[in-house]
């Protein structure tokens, strides 16, 4: 493999068997010219080659190159917790375990957690998450490795005594953070459940990002028990989960319907909005999130661990949603590969041919994008976007079809190449 330089700021062209865009169809024998972070051209080798014939180049031989997967819902502080949870739990049960476990590590065990987490998403090819935490241990460790990402801070509890103390004090959170974050760094919000908040601090919310237009992301319609919840009242959620967690006094929603038309009640179904798991999401929903322009982003493995249910994915590429793929955390799953969570949706669909495997690859890149309202920066090989690109090995069959070669075959060994904004960080 031919070497060059990987400063940040070099100018150069890549070369591959194969460039998969994702945005358009692949160009076999392609390449990508790249000026400091940016892509500057995409098209065949002989061409670019002619067009710039006296840059750098690097020929990635035996590989595709194509986008970073962007792994749109993670909690990498929970990396440590593999194969602690027992997956045999109902879903409140593994809730209490994991809150019990989390409230065990000190700060030392969640940095080195995050930290482990972000090295396996890298190794995998991942370039870009969306991270849902409440400590300042991942935006560090993600700015020290070089990834890009969403950082959306965890809003969780169901009482408040001063609103105004209240807001001020998040106001302040967020902006320290985002004069830490970088330029590959967007500072949101995550708002844990509608369960885990009371109507007081969902208002709270509204009027908060009404004020201050960050993205936002909520696990919603995940579990059979939250619909027990909103549309009976009843159930584990209020009489396991609130008096384990001293909650016993809190009141029950006013009306009955949908945890997603709940939450619209408070004006929180916007294009800013990223809805994650929408297992139980039925057909309205999927309308009302579409009108929104918000999207969704699904972790069908994590959902099998916890005994949930699937989500309607096949009406949601119908209803026109933009949907990404997560893996969410190792407390619910057993990698942070987006190739394995790509397999196991394939998987699940592929008896009934509805998802082709361009669709499927294209929810790890542009669709994960898409949802973090990144698709202008990454997400494509395309002039003017960022340089997050990874090269992976071709393991290639006669079918002719790269999307299906790389999602049946690729594993960590695969991965030669991630670059982040046109520097390398890691080279195989």
Known sequence: MQKTPDTHGDVMILTADCVLPVSSPPIHRGAVAIQKSKIMAVGKETDLCTRFPNLPRRDLMGCIL???????????????????????????????????????????????SVRSGVEDALASGT??????????????????????????????????????????????????????????????????????????????????????????TIHIAESREEMDYFYHHRGAIPTRLFPAVGW??????????????????????????????????????????????AGVVICPRSNQMLGVGQPPVEAMVEAGLSVGLGTDSLASNTSLSLWDEMRHLRSLFKTQ????????????????ARGLGLESVIGSIETGKEADLIAVTWQRSDRNDPAADLIEKTGKDH?????????VLLDN
């Open 127 to 216: 370039t870009c998450v969306g991270e849902v935490t409440n400590t300042p241990f991942s935006l560090t460790e993600m700015n020290e490795r070089g990834l890009r990402g969403l950082l959306f801070l965890e809003v969780l509890g169901r009482t408040v005594d001063d609103p105004g103390r209240w807001q001020e004090e998040w106001t302040r959170k967020i902006r320290a953070l985002q004069s830490e974050s970088g330029n590959r760094m967007t500072i949101g919000l995550s708002p844990h459940s509608p369960y885990s908040l009371s109507e007081e601090m969902l208002q709270l919310l509204s009027g908060l990002l009404e004020k201050d237009p960050l993205p936002y």
């Open 415 to 423: 991965i030669r190449m991630v670059m982040v904004s046109g520097k």
């Open 66 to 112: 194509m986008p970073g997967l962007v792994n749109a819902h993670t909690h990498l502080e929970l990396s440590s917790l593999k194969g602690c949870l027992a997956s045999s739990q109902d879903f409140i049960s593994w809730i209490l375990t994991l809150i019990n476990k989390k409230k065990s590590m000190t700060e030392v065990e969640v940095r080195e």
């Open 353 to 368: 041919g509805t998802l082709s495997s361009g669709t499927i690859l294209q929810m790890a890149t542009l669709g994960g």
């Open 248 to 293: 016993e006094a809190q009141t029950v929603p006013r009306i009955s319907g949908s945890p997603l038309s709940y939450l619209d009640g408070f004006g929180l179904v916007t294009n800013r909005l990223l809805a994650v798991h929408g297992v139980h999401l039925d057909s309205s929903d999927l309308d009302r999130l579409h009108e929104a322009h």
